[in-house]
């Protein structure tokens, strides 16, 4: 059970508002920080150019400062992947230095990744880079890609497709797949699918909602205010409550999504659906 809000009767004369969505302002800020670029460091950041500060302990202890106030938000405290992918297994998988940091510092046009703040200095980047390699390691590459992929987006159809699209088609009640697998390792996704992952993510977090005649309707929060709640229902319909109508609001811990598990999704037809996942990519 989650955090349960009840309500009395609250005044008609109220007005009907919902909040206004802060996506936009964060992409003009982004946007903004790309289009000015940075200055200093370019020398730094060639095709040979080496983290100066790894393995220093000091830059480390900062970069981990730095990392926990502006990176966990989308990628966990452990750096393992939350709204953003895990990123542990970078330098395993053949990045470099050099292009981690144009990565960082530019961000990625077109994601949810935005450039790093136009006030912060290269060494910022750096440290934070430390900090990122002193918690990974050779064993976190990502699991070999196993498993049929046609036969995966079969069973994605059937089982997945109700509550996610790909490519414009299927229900809206979970995140929109189409690149999942640029975010996402095959480990996150396993957990997710199994139900042993508790992170839900922005914009679907589970609620409950009481009606003043006794009805309970479950679904995911997309907007919430002083007076005003509005959700979409197991059904994928969009409803807006008013509070003074409601009894209870109830943030659940239990996310929407089902865990699949052995009996429902068998082993091997989690290797074809994982694989197939590791194919929605943003080129693609």
């Known amino acids: 059970m989650g955090q349960t809000t009840r309500y009395g009767q609250r005044s008609a004369a109220r007005s009907w508002r919902w909040v206004l969505p802060t996506a936009m302002l964060c992409l003009?800020?982004?946007?903004l920080a790309f289009t000015q670029g940075r200055g200093g460091g370019a020398g730094a950041t060639g095709p040979a150019a080496k983290n100066p500060v790894e393995g220093n302990a000091s830059s480390i202890e900062n970069g981990g400062r730095i990392f926990l106030s502006r990176c966990t938000g989308c990628h966990g405290r452990d750096g393992r992947g939350f709204v953003g992918p895990d990123l542990t297994g970078l330098w395993a998988n053949g990045a470099t230095d050099a292009q981690l940091?144009?990565?960082v510092q530019r961000g990625v046009p077109g994601t949810e990744m935005p450039p790093f703040d136009i006030r912060s200095q290269d060494i910022e980047i750096w440290e934070t880079l430390a900090y990122l390699k002193s918690i990974s390691s050779p064993a976190a590459a990502s699991e070999p890609a196993v498993g049929d992929a046609a036969n995966g987006e079969r069973i994605f159809r059937a089982t997945c497709s109700g509550c996610h699209v790909v490519g414009g088609q299927g229900g809206e009640l979970g995140p929109n797949l189409s690149r999942i697998g640029s975010g996402r390792s095959r480990a996150t996704l396993k957990d997710k699918i199994r139900g042993t992952s508790k992170v839900i993510r922005d914009g679907y977090e589970p609620v409950t909602v009481v009606t003043k005649d006794g009805q309970r309707i479950r679904g995911v929060k997309k907007n919430e205010d002083d007076w005003s709640i509005q959700i979409m229902d197991t059904r994928a319909r969009l409803r807006g409550f008013q509070k003074e109508t409601l009894t209870e609001v109830t943030?659940?811990?239990?996310?929407?999504?089902p865990a699949y598990g052995p009996a429902q999704i068998s082993d091997h037809d989690l290797d074809d659906l994982l694989r197939y996942l590791g194919t929605l990519r943003a080129n693609r």
Not at 251 to 257: L, N, P
């Open 28 to 31: 003009m800020g982004s946007d």
């Open 101 to 103: 940091f144009q990565i």
């Open 251 to 257: 943030a659940e811990k239990q996310s929407i999504m």
